[in-house]
């Protein structure tokens, strides 16, 4: 059985730091696409970030590029979202998924088909304050 468990969110001041973690179990890591969406209240999910399989490639929304970074380390089946200058439009639950590489493989945002991912957590909440 496949889970994708998210934990790390919590409450911080605007400009502060979060670090959210995501384990998968049940499938073979290094054959999939990670990526990080996020649900903020009131709003459809987006994506944020996606890594390839192997971490050599690394995409990050606008919103997300030169704040967040994006890492996996295969050997323990986690992917990491390090996010700093946080804001309070990041105010999210934000979920970790899974996708096949051999449906993304070519993609060039692979957050962009979130219908690709077949995996999902469960979400962990990230509160910003002003």
């Known amino acids: 059985q496949v889970q994708v468990v998210e934990s790390g969110g919590g409450l911080v001041q605007a400009g502060g730091s979060l670090k959210l973690s995501c384990t998968a179990s049940?499938?073979?890591?290094?054959?999939?696409?990670m990526a990080w969406f996020r649900q903020g209240p009131g709003n459809e999910r987006e994506g944020v970030s996606g890594i390839s399989w192997n971490g050599d490639r690394k995409v990050y929304s606008d919103s997300a590029a030169g704040r967040f970074t994006i890492s996996r380390d295969n050997a323990k089946n986690i992917v990491y979202l390090q996010m700093n200058n946080l804001k309070p439009e990041d105010t999210a639950m934000y979920y970790c998924?899974?996708?096949?590489?051999?449906?993304?493989?070519?993609?060039?945002?692979?957050?962009?088909?979130?219908?690709?991912?077949?995996?999902w957590g469960r979400g962990t909440q990230v509160t910003v304050s002003s």
């Open positions: 049940g499938l073979t890591f290094d054959e999939y696409v």
């Open positions: 998924a899974a996708g096949p590489v051999s449906a993304l493989r070519g993609r060039q945002l692979y957050f962009a088909h979130p219908n690709l991912f077949n995996y």
